[in-house]
Nanobody, 118 residues
Framework: QVQLVESGGGLVQAGGSLRLSCAAS????????MGWYRQAPGKQRELVAG???????NYADSVKGRFTISRDNAKNTVYLQMNSLKPEDTAVYYC????????????WGQGTQVTVSS
């Protein structure tokens, strides 16, 4: 079993920054993809950014140039640096982990609220 624990959410004004962290523990395969998803009220959960254990990244178009995903494999931790935040970034952000053998995320964190005020 794998556990994901997120931290770093909160309330910030538009234009501000936040950094989310997600620490994974348990039976983790070294080859995996970790990512961040978000879900706003009344909307479907969407991918924000992902990063493979080799360091390849992908981003949603809406966050390109503003958000940066990174990871520390030694600590099994993934980060999401969010700059130039907008009110439309308000959502619950979820950390995910997809082992190499899975076609979709298999493990999820509990979620952390990010609220951007205008």
């Amino acid at each position: 079993q794998v556990q994901l624990v997120e931290s770093g959410g909160g309330l910030v004004q538009a234009g501000g920054s936040l950094r989310l962290s997600c620490a994974a523990s348990g039976n983790i395969f070294s080859i995996n993809t970790m990512g961040w998803y978000r879900q706003a009220p009344g909307k479907q959960r969407e991918l924000v950014a992902g990063i493979t254990s080799g360091g390849s990244t992908n981003y949603a178009d809406s966050v390109k140039g503003r958000f940066t995903i990174s990871r520390d494999n030694a600590k099994n931790t993934v980060y999401l640096q969010m700059n130039s935040l907008k009110p439309e970034d308000t959502a619950v952000y979820y950390c995910s982990l997809r082992p190499y053998y899975s076609v979709s995320p298999r493990y999820w964190g509990q979620g952390t609220q990010v609220t951007v005020s205008s």
